[in-house]
């Protein structure tokens, strides 16, 4: 059954740097979703993307997040200089028909020192 | 605005013991209600959602909107069923997002 990939799965970073964080979503689906989870919390949306632009984004996805979908598979997330606060867990999604069934990557731990 | 609150961290229940995972939201409009389900090192998988009022793994959830209540049940708990349980809410007024409770980290006592 195809599932939807994240790498890396544990990234360490040094506060202001970029990182990059990278999912590849099923094949034949559209509709992709980033959520991110502070130790402790819930889980909190992103954003989400379909026809290669942002088609929601949430309060905090701010100026120092970009989305891109760099070619036919990935689907990546930049954070252009981390904080500390932006330790968290890194979920991708995605569905088909932006329908109600997301469906989750493994998500990808960032820890930012 | 949209919240959903899952009053429980932790709940604890013998095998065999009826459970109920709390969820509660606060919507205005129609809202689809979820149960999202990740089980130790896997991902977040989709458990159960209201509109199809079906039963996966002998756990159902009713929609109450008079009480605003999507409350997880299963009369009769397995060890496996011991995971992180996660209440979750969309709508046409909140676009393609999900709004995502605490969780309930269920434990199944042998």
């Known amino acids: 059954e195809p599932e939807v990939t994240q790498t890396p799965s544990h990234q360490v970073t040094q506060m202001g740097q970029e990182v990059i964080l990278r999912c590849v979503p099923i094949?034949?689906?559209?509709?992709f979703y980033w959520y991110r989870q502070i130790l402790g919390q819930k889980v909190e949306f992103l954003v989400s993307?379909?026809?290669?632009?942002?088609?929601?984004k949430s309060e905090i996805f701010d100026d120092q997040f970009s989305v891109e979908r760099p070619d036919g598979s990935n689907f990546t997330l930049k954070i252009r200089s981390t904080k500390l606060e932006d330790s968290a867990m890194y979920f991708c999604a995605s569905n088909r028909d932006g329908g109600y069934e997301q469906y989750f990557g493994p998500g990808t731990r960032l820890t930012v020192t | 605005a949209q919240r959903v609150t899952q009053p429980e961290k932790l709940l604890s229940v013998f095998k065999g013991a009826p459970v109920e995972l709390k969820c509660n939201y606060s919507y205005s409009g129609s809202p689809e209600l979820f149960w999202y389900v990740q089980y130790s090192r896997q991902r977040l998988q989709l458990l159960l959602r209201?509109?199809s009022r079906e039963s996966i793994k002998g756990f159902t959830a009713d929609l109450n909107k008079g009480e605003t209540s999507f409350h997880l049940k299963k009369p009769f708990a397995q060890e496996e069923d011991s995971a992180m349980y996660y209440c979750?809410?969309?709508?046409?007024?909140?676009?393609?997002?999900?709004?995502f409770g605490t969780g309930t980290s269920l434990t199944v006592i042998p």
């Open positions: 979750a809410l969309s709508g046409s007024n909140t676009g393609n997002q999900f709004y």
């Open positions: 094949s034949n689906h559209l509709y």
């Open positions: 209201h509109i």
């Open positions: 993307f379909y026809n290669n632009e942002i088609s929601e």
